[in-house]
């Protein structure tokens, strides 16, 4: 500092003496241009002693890491590891193994280094992310080969009611294969994916055993098994719904509908209208009672009423109020067989609009069924009867258009559906018994009264695996703590906040198969523990899926180049100045040259 001090105050005294001496000068010719070279002259020879620097930007190379999840390529890690500057290599799963890769316990390591991080394989799950805070990532995925990437299926069901296996496989082989519903040492169902395609499917079958079993669902490659994963399944018992049926005539649709109904073991009575105040009377599982008549004693029986429209439309009105009276407020359902198109202004009819498609064609309708997502053999109607849209109804069964022919409409505190298929029966003389099982039942569960259930547990992650923390939520009426026990361990439950009947405990199981829950009121549940590599195609692309939104949702900081730009002071070369001293110096010389006194 003293040195530069010192430079300058010399060439300050330098420079006045040139302007002195200058002006002092008797030939003004180029006093101006003797001036300025004057003036560069002397600061080229300050900038030579002094030092001088610039601000400018320098390209500096920015590290990244890897992280090497399940299922990573190598090609893609070697590719990865040529292209970018990486500084280390990493897995938080011991059970990946690649050479140089160093092992980390915990995802939060990486984000404290503060580097950007590349992800091979099957990606996180959702606590690895937290983990990873807000840093940006740039994901690698793999190909899930010849696997199923998604599943569903109804882990609990009532007995008579229809297993539906919904989902997704991915065929990367060149063969088609062909995915099998298997249990209790039988096939039961089975589909075919084309080869090198993705697709969904849907397998289905009814249960022909009470409790707990597990199916399982195979792939196969010609004779090679490329994937068996078990589905377990728990079958209960309910209470049989008490019907009441009041037939218009002994059709064959009534007449299937009552075979259907004992074979399933429904207690039910049947009025069937034989003629003009004539009726036969039928009942099964059920003391007889009189039926003449339509009292509040009678249908305090019964939690469903089955009717056609046109026995209903010629009820007494106080027959009629008595239903309502019933279903709104004790719950009983009534499902309504809409035999004519009859347009009624009376409450069960209303909300359910009514149109024919009239012509002279002979239709093979295949129906949509909204609660199972499944879609049934096709079915010959010749004027098939639709039902209107309308707020407040929701659809139960479509057609191939989404036009609906079944429909459901709260009131009070039960419900009211119509139906429009007259001839279900032709189901059952084709052979397509599941179909005809599939229809019923969601037309009788829909209607029937709903039991209030004290307690309801939920599992999560929805397969659980040994040896990985199980989230076990129990939602309850109950106000004393609940104490827990599965199998024969305590599990300890924390009481939501928010919600005060529910409640929240961990547990960590050790062994595949079913196990208990047991509370201390008394009451209990089952779940399936799944081995570790059971579904590890839908495990790894659920992982696949969160790991690419969450790089999607910090994509700014992830798509930042492997290179960076920032400021740095350089030295100015002195040659510039060296340069600027001389050439003024040299004009200086010049000008005296020319200009001798």
């Not at 900038?47 to 990244?64: E, G, Y």
Request: aromatic share 8%.
């Amino acid at each position: 500092m003293v040195e530069s001090l010192l430079v300058l105050v010399v060439c300050l005294l330098l420079l006045s003496f040139l302007l002195w001496k200058e002006w002092r000068r008797q030939n003004k010719a180029w006093l101006s241009v003797r001036v300025v070279c004057s003036v560069l002259a002397v600061t080229g020879l300050a900038c030579l002693a002094l030092p001088i620097s610039i601000t400018k930007k320098q390209t500096v190379d920015r590290k990244a890491v890897v992280l090497l999840t399940a299922g990573y390529n190598n090609d893609t890690l070697q590719q990865v590891l040529k292209q970018e500057n990486i500084d280390k290599v990493y897995t938080i799963d011991k059970n990946v193994k690649a050479a140089n890769a160093v092992y980390l316990p915990d995802a939060a390591l990486i984000k404290a280094q503060g580097l950007s991080v590349h992800v091979l394989g099957y990606g996180l799950g959702n606590e690895e992310l937290t983990a990873l805070g807000n840093g940006g990532i740039c994901f690698h995925p793999s190909v899930i080969e010849n696997d199923f990437l998604h599943i569903s299926w109804q882990q609990k069901l009532p007995s008579g009611e229809p297993l539906l296996v919904q989902g997704r496989f991915a065929n990367t082989s060149s063969t088609p294969v062909k995915l099998v519903l298997s249990g209790l040492g039988a096939n039961l169902d089975s589909v075919s994916i084309a080869a090198n395609q993705t697709a969904t499917f849907q397998l289905h079958t009814i249960p022909a055993h009470l409790d707990k079993a597990v199916y399982a669902l195979t792939a196969l490659s010609d004779d090679d098994t490329l994937r068996s994963e078990p589905l377990p399944v728990e079958v209960h018992t309910t209470q049989p719904l008490r019907i009441l049926v009041l037939a218009a005539s002994p059709d064959f649709e009534n007449k299937f509908l009552r075979n259907w109904l004992a074979e399933k073991g429904f207690p039910f009575v049947m009025k069937t209208t034989i003629s003009t105040n004539k009726y036969d009377k039928e009942y099964n599982n059920m003391a007889s009672v009189p039926i003449d008549r339509i009292s509040p004693a009678l249908l305090d029986g019964f939690d469903l009423v089955v009717a056609d429209m046109t026995v209903v439309a010629k009820l007494p009105p106080a027959a009629i109020a008595t239903i309502r009276s019933n279903i709104e407020n004790k719950g009983m359902g009534l499902v309504v067989k809409a035999d004519s198109l009859v347009h009624s202004p009376a409450f069960y009819a209303a909300p359910f609009p009514l149109v024919e498609k009239v012509d002279s064609v002979q239709h093979a309708v295949r129906l949509r069924f909204a609660e199972e997502g499944s879609v049934s053999s096709p079915l010959k109607i010749e004027q098939p009867v639709y039902i209107k849209n309308r707020p407040g109804t929701q659809p139960l069964i479509y057609d191939q258009q989404l036009r609906i022919v079944a429909s459901t409409a709260l009131s009070g505190m039960g419900k009211v559906i119509i139906t429009t298929i007259p001839n279900t029966y032709m189901w059952q003389l084709s052979g397509n018994r599941n179909d005809y099982t599939t229809y019923w039942t969601t037309l009788l569960t829909g209607a029937s009264r709903k039991t209030v259930v004290t307690n309801q547990w939920t599992v999560a992650p929805v397969l659980p695996s040994i040896h990985e923390e199980v989230r076990l939520t129990l939602q309850t009426s109950t106000e004393a703590i609940p104490r827990i026990q599965v199998g024969e361990s305590a599990v300890y439950m924390e009481q939501d906040p928010r919600l005060p009947s529910q409640w929240t405990g961990k547990y960590w199981p050790k062994k595949r198969g079913w196990l208990p829950v047991l509370s201390s009121d008394g009451t209990s549940d089952w779940w399936y523990v799944y081995e570790q590599k059971d579904w590890s195609g839908v495990k790894a692309a659920e992982k696949m899926a969160m790991t690419k939104r969450y790089a999607s949702a910090n994509r700014q900081q992830a798509r930042q180049p492997s290179a960076t730009a920032k400021d740095v002071q350089a030295d100015v070369p002195k040659i510039y100045f060296l340069v600027v001293f001389l050439a003024c110096c040299g004009v200086l010389w010049l000008e005296k040259r020319l200009h001798q006194q």
